[in-house]
């Protein structure tokens, strides 16, 4: 009787003993995945957020200002321009510019880098190793050129200093192309190449027929 109910005791405690090590081994277990998850995702968002090097800073802190000229450029021609063609042109620069300006300063503060604030057509040297000698930049004696202009002379003048201008984009944003890691910048600048390419050789007839 005394071994019955002995045998008895040590398989209920083994059975405890069991069941306790599978519970702490499962406890462990999710323990484990549910910390390692957590930890490793975030890390891998981060690498992929901060996948940029000095040249996608670069190229974002240049083509900003580059942007905001060719935007006050751009919108002297409503009221200056006598050409329904310059007008539109001018308009379609306007509409695509001023988004990626916003699109590359969001860049910039992510990254924690200085967003450029200098205004368009005054000196644009804050900071950036460019400065104001930037790939097609317009001076002020330029930029106020153009601003007294209006009729067929101001159409000659834009087109003439928008060719040059997106020019010098195409130009920055080859480079960024070819030496940036950034992949949203190279997108962009892969779009700005393909659209500005397209609209110097409108411009240039258009310049060509405005000569005529």
Same mark, same amino acid.
């Given at each position: 009787m005394n071994s019955t109910r002995t045998l008895v005791r040590r398989a209920a405690l083994t059975a405890t003993a069991a069941t306790a090590a599978l519970v702490l081994a499962a406890c462990g277990g999710d323990g484990g995945s549910g910390s390692a998850a957590p930890s490793g995702k975030p890390s891998s968002s981060s690498a992929e957020a901060g996948a940029h090097n000095a040249q996608d800073v670069t190229f974002a802190q240049g083509m900003i200002p580059h942007h905001?000229?060719?935007v006050q450029m751009a919108g002297m021609a !409503? +009221?200056?321009a006598s050409s329904a063609q310059v007008k539109d042109l001018a308009a379609r620069i306007e509409k695509a510019q001023a988004p990626e300006i916003a699109?590359?300063?969001g860049w910039l503060r992510s990254w924690g880098d200085d967003v450029p604030s200098a205004t368009p057509g005054m000196d644009h040297s804050g900071g950036h190793s460019g400065g104001s000698g930037m790939a097609g930049m317009m001076d002020d004696k !330029?930029?106020?050129r153009l601003m007294k202009a209006s009729g067929k002379d101001f159409d000659t003048m834009f087109l003439t200093m928008m060719i040059e201008h997106?020019?010098?984009?195409?130009?920055m944003a080859t480079t960024e192309?070819?030496?940036g890691e950034y992949g949203p910048a190279g997108e962009l600048a +892969? !779009?700005?190449v393909t659209t500005q390419t397209a609209e110097i050789r409108e411009m240039n007839?258009?310049?060509g027929k405005n000569a005529g």
């Amino acid at each position: 009787m005394n071994s019955t109910r002995t045998l008895v005791r040590r398989a209920a405690l083994t059975a405890t003993a069991a069941t306790a090590a599978l519970v702490l081994a499962a406890c462990g277990g999710d323990g484990g995945s549910g910390s390692a998850a957590p930890s490793g995702k975030p890390s891998s968002s981060s690498a992929e957020a901060g996948a940029h090097n000095a040249q996608d800073v670069t190229f974002a802190q240049g083509m900003i200002p580059h942007h905001q000229q060719a935007v006050q450029m751009a919108g002297m021609a !409503a +009221d200056r321009a006598s050409s329904a063609q310059v007008k539109d042109l001018a308009a379609r620069i306007e509409k695509a510019q001023a988004p990626e300006i916003a699109t590359m300063s969001g860049w910039l503060r992510s990254w924690g880098d200085d967003v450029p604030s200098a205004t368009p057509g005054m000196d644009h040297s804050g900071g950036h190793s460019g400065g104001s000698g930037m790939a097609g930049m317009m001076d002020d004696k !330029a930029m106020n050129r153009l601003m007294k202009a209006s009729g067929k002379d101001f159409d000659t003048m834009f087109l003439t200093m928008m060719i040059e201008h997106h020019e010098g984009a195409v130009e920055m944003a080859t480079t960024e192309k070819q030496k940036g890691e950034y992949g949203p910048a190279g997108e962009l600048a +892969d !779009a700005i190449v393909t659209t500005q390419t397209a609209e110097i050789r409108e411009m240039n007839k258009l310049l060509g027929k405005n000569a005529g």
